[in-house]
Structure formats: structure tokens, C-alpha cells
């Protein structure tokens, strides 16, 4: 069973769609996270929850709206998509937002998102 | 991405050790983490250290972090094909959990 799933793996949309990206984890955890990795490969957290509530917001354009309906999923909305969108994104999940001996984070199989 | 170094190839024969470098730049209370990317796959959690740990040894892999030269290796011993991947290594501070630094990643090429 995968830890953390996202849907859809591949996504290609035009322009100026609305599209989600949704993410579950089934580990039980309690913190979720967006990281976006563009095409130099970097990866950048963009947003983190914990327990529902929002807790690490990055400098990222109001087009994108993460929503956590219960601490076991962590969905990503994009509004009004353009190109420099197109990147991967992943999801991950972790016990807890602080850093303590064994608690890591695991990241999902990731979503290709293309904006044509 | 820039605070966390990596070379970008790295070529090793079938059965041959890999050794993966990486340095990093804060000092803070640190985890250090190598992740293995395949292509078109997702991000798969290899190994990680604290920073008040000089090594850790898991199955192939073995991770030796040098505090003072603030430098991260990861050794595959034995590497075989399906290690052939980009490896990334990765810091975070206990103060900016989530916040990751990634470097840009290091392509390993496995040949026959």
C-alpha cells in the first residue's frame, strides 16, 4: 500500500484552467506539506499543515489554495494556471512539524503537471 | 538550492562503490538526508543523519558527514544497475522543519 498518494500522476492542461492535485497519506501523521520541484530539479516547500491547520505558508501566488479536509489529506488547487507552472509537485507527510529524532518526512510519487 | 552543493554526474562500473558528495552550509542543529529520485518517479527516502552523528551505515549504503568541513558523502557499496538514479541531498534545521534545502542533485550512472 503506498504511504503517500497523489492524483493525478500526469496532468496536461491549457492556460488559464482550474485544476487540483489531490494527496492522502495512510501513515497515520499528523503534519502534511507541498513541495514544487521545478526544472532544475530544485524542490521548494510552497505550503504545510498540521492537523488541518495551516502552518507554513511560502511566497507563492494566491492562484494556488491548498485545503486540508482532515489530517490525512492535503489537496492543491490552482487557479488561472500559466506556464511557469508546469513543474512537478509533490506531497509528503511527517509525524509531527518538529524536528526530533525519527521523525522524517516522506514524500509522495509526485504529480507532472504541464501547462500548454 | 544554492546553500546545499552536489557535482552533477557521476559515472561507476557495476559492482564498484559510488561515492555521492555533498556540502552544506548551515551549522545549526541540522538533519542531512539523501533522497534517490528514478526517473519519472517520486522522491524515496534513502538514509539520513543528525548532525551530531560523524556516521551511520545501513544495509549498502554508508553516510559519513565531516562537521568541521561542514561535507556529506553517501558510499553505495556494491552499486548495481538499479541504483542508476539522481541522488539528492538535503538539509533542514530543527528550527525550519519543513524547509528544506535541496541540492541540485547528482545523476548516477550505472554501467555494465
Known amino acids: 500500500d503506498t504511504a503517500v498518494s497523489q492524483t493525478p500522476k500526469y496532468l496536461v492542461t491549457q492556460m488559464g484552467n482550474d485544476k487540483s492535485i489531490k494527496c492522502e497519506q495512510n501513515?497515520?501523521?499528523?503534519?502534511m506539506y507541498w513541495y514544487k520541484q521545478d526544472s532544475k530539479k530544485f524542490l521548494k516547500i510552497m505550503f504545510s499543515?498540521?492537523?488541518?491547520?495551516?502552518?507554513i505558508n511560502e511566497t507563492v501566488p494566491n492562484r494556488f489554495s491548498p485545503k486540508s479536509p482532515d489530517k490525512a489529506h492535503l489537496n492543491l488547487h490552482i487557479n488561472s494556471l500559466e506556464l511557469g507552472d508546469s513543474a512537478v509537485y509533490f506531497c509528503?507527510?511527517?509525524?509531527?512539524?518538529?524536528?526530533?529524532?525519527?521523525?522524517?518526512?516522506?514524500f509522495g510519487e509526485g504529480s507532472w503537471l504541464t501547462v500548454v | 538550492g544554492e546553500d546545499v552543493e552536489q557535482s552533477l554526474f557521476l559515472s561507476v562500473r557495476e559492482g564498484d562503490s559510488s561515492v555521492i558528495n555533498c556540502t552544506y552550509t548551515?551549522?545549526?542543529?541540522?538533519?542531512l538526508y539523501w533522497y534517490k529520485q528514478e526517473p519519472g518517479a517520486g522522491l524515496q527516502l534513502l538514509t539520513y543523519?543528525?548532525?551530531?552523528?560523524d556516521m551511520k551505515q545501513d544495509q549498502r549504503l554508508t553516510v559519513l558527514l565531516n562537521k568541521k568541513d561542514k561535507h556529506l558523502s553517501l558510499r553505495i557499496a556494491d552499486t548495481q544497475t538499479g541504483d542508476s538514479a539522481i541522488y539528492f541531498c538535503?538539509?533542514?534545521?530543527?528550527?525550519?522543519?519543513?524547509?528544506?534545502?535541496f541540492g541540485a542533485g547528482t545523476q548516477v550512472v550505472v554501467t555494465p
Open positions: 538535503a538539509e533542514m534545521t530543527t528550527d525550519s522543519w519543513g524547509k528544506f534545502q
Open positions: 499543515y498540521n492537523n488541518k491547520e495551516l502552518i
Open positions: 548551515d551549522s545549526s542543529s541540522t538533519y
Open positions: 501513515l497515520g501523521h499528523d503534519t
Open positions: 543523519i543528525f548532525s551530531n552523528m
Open positions: 509528503a507527510s511527517s509525524k509531527s512539524p518538529q524536528g526530533a529524532s525519527g521523525n522524517t518526512i516522506y
